[in-house]
């Protein structure tokens, strides 16, 4: 399975990424680190997709990503997680714009 970066590049789905992005907005969300929980969404999207046979955005592990904490209770972790997700979004257009 292949993931379809933000540029169009595609790459080997990797779970660990989605778990340490997981684990990093536990820190910054609720301080508290569960990580079973991050294994576990991460493990949980990865098996989605795995017989699908297509690629998929970054976009859509992403708001899968949102869904599962919310559906887990980690809020927090959630807001943390969508928080640095819009951050990074103006950064990259900031830089967009920078370079015109």
């Known amino acids: 399975m292949k993931v379809i970066k933000r540029d169009g590049q595609k790459v080997d789905f990797d779970a660990s990424k989605i778990e340490n992005a997981i684990l990093k ?6 301080g508290i680190v569960d990580t079973k929980c991050a294994h576990d969404i991460a493990v949980e999207i990865e098996k989605w997709h795995e017989f699908d046979g297509n690629n998929i955005s970054i976009y859509r592990i992403e708001g899968q990503v949102f869904e599962k ?3 887990k209770g980690q809020i927090l972790t959630a807001k943390a997680y969508e928080g ?3 951050v990074r ?3 990259r257009e900031t830089n967009t714009i920078d370079n015109e």
């Open 25 to 30: 907005a536990m820190k910054c969300g609720s």
């Open 69 to 71: 904490l919310i559906e």
């Open 84 to 86: 640095y997700r819009k």
């Open 89 to 91: 979004e103006f950064q």
